[in-house]
């Protein structure tokens, strides 16, 4: 009896290490994409052109990139508790600074520093310890949770967030009610992430497993691990073809709005629908993972969510909006339960805690190229296909989707003939 009380004790430890770390992902992002809501603001404020905007954008992008591979050497060497404390206060601090409305030099410096912070000592660290919190055959609800509680933090914060920003600005809006209001909503950001530094500080046990053999000094005995490992390698394309499939989601506004004919208000109000979609699909689709199998489920929403995304591309013109609405928000459903279910096959790989940072690190490298290659497509396809330059991007994104299904049943056939060799 005292055994099983333990091990529920243990199972509500994780559980709640497990909720700080999904807090501490869902807080660290809004704050530094802030444009996302509140642009046109933004650039009064600051007094920028969007040209300027774009170009800080530009800058923390190549340090973001650049970022996710050593971010995964630096979590394999660090605590990612403390990784996770730090990453959480710096980003909090240059949103105090931020909240100043700093020259331009002064904001792009900030954003540089939100790159470092939020890629190199965050990415990797967190998502490790979602790994090491998961015990075997839980992988995918931990996942799961990490990805679709993320969404519930963001959508919640950005309510409070709306909150603040429509308080402030009142009926009467002016620049100074403007500056007021941004200013709130920045600092509201900021203290949250002080606060949840504080509290991963506190509450998240410290991951004393994962250090490495400090001879290794440059990590490239467990490099040379990784490289022999194809199933990594395999990950970060499935990764790839998801991330791929899922980057859909941030052009579905203007689908609905261009394609279907659906006015700028709905279509606001029903991306909201959206977000809280990604809890529905991303925890859904993790409990099913573990029920199912990973690899199982993953291939499953792919292909679903292909199917759907070439329905929605072959739609008829004369569709009634509702069903054609219907049908987006089903599609997105399972575009969330893509990227909710993805990273739970890197349970099968194999990887020692010593190196997983590392791991984590060189499939993020792969798997979220389609940052770069996914907008590049949607552009090419405009120009191909004109008005219907939405249809053509998803039917080719599709096509990514069943290239992923058919690495995921390489992944399975690879770690069935790996276990068959035990």
């Not at 404020?45 to 923390?60: D, K, P």
């Not at 931020?98 to 540089?112: C, E, K, N, R």
């Not at 660290?125 to 919190?133: C, D, E, G, I, Q």
């Not at 099913?288 to 489920?297: F, P, Q």
Request: some cysteine; aromatic content about 14%.
């Amino acid at each position: 009896m005292n055994m099983n009380a333990n091990q529920d004790k243990g199972k509500f430890a994780r559980y709640i290490q497990l909720m700080l770390v999904v807090i501490a992902a869902g807080s660290i992002f809004p704050l530094i994409y802030l444009r996302h809501g509140y642009e046109v603001t933004l650039l009064e404020v600051f007094n920028m052109e969007a040209s300027q905007l774009n170009t800080i954008f530009s800058v923390m992008g190549i340090v973001t990139v650049i970022g996710y591979f050593p971010s995964g050497y630096l979590s394999d060497r660090f605590s990612a508790k403390w990784l996770l404390t730090i990453s959480l206060f710096v980003t909090g601090a240059m949103g105090l600074w931020f909240a100043q409305i700093p020259s331009y030099t002064h904001v792009i410096l900030i954003y540089i520093i939100w790159g470092i912070f939020s890629i190199f000592t965050f990415w990797s660290a967190h998502l490790k310890l979602v790994k090491l919190l998961s015990r075997r055959g839980e992988e995918g609800r931990f996942f799961g949770m990490w990805d679709g509680g993320r969404g519930v933090v963001e959508a919640t914060l950005a309510m409070g967030a709306l909150f603040i920003f429509r308080t402030v600005m009142g009926e009467a809006a002016s620049g100074e009610n403007s500056k007021q209001a941004l200013v709130g909503v920045i600092y509201m950001y900021s203290f949250f992430l002080l606060a949840v530094s504080l509290l991963v500080a506190v509450f998240i046990k410290d991951d004393k497993t994962s250090k490495r053999d400090r001879a290794d000094k440059f990590g490239l005995a467990g490099f040379k691990e990784l490289c022999s490992n194809k199933l990594i390698f395999l990950v970060g394309g499935i990764i790839f073809m998801g991330y791929f499939v899922f980057w859909t989601f941030r052009t579905m506004s203007s689908f609905m709005q261009n394609n279907l004919g659906v006015s700028a208000v709905s279509v606001a109000t029903i991306m909201v629908v959206a977000q809280w979609m990604r809890p529905v699909g991303g925890i859904i689709g993790g409990f099913l993972a573990d029920k199912l199998g990973h690899a199982n489920v993953v291939i499953g929403t792919l292909t679903i969510g292909s199917a759907l995304l070439v329905t929605i591309a072959f739609l008829p013109a004369d569709i009634p909006t509702a069903l054609g609405i219907v049908l987006v928000l089903i599609c997105i459903t399972f575009l969330w339960a893509i990227r909710g279910t993805y990273w739970s096959v890197l349970g099968e790989c194999n990887v020692s805690n010593q190196v997983m940072g590392l791991a984590i690190g060189l499939i993020s490298l792969i798997g979220y190229l389609p940052d770069i290659f996914s907008p590049m497509a949607n552009t090419l396809s405009f120009h191909l296909f004109g008005d219907w330059g939405h249809n053509g991007y998803f039917v080719l994104s599709a096509a990514f989707g069943l290239l992923g299904v058919g690495l995921v049943l390489l992944f399975k056939r690879l770690t069935k003939e790996s276990k068959n060799d035990l």
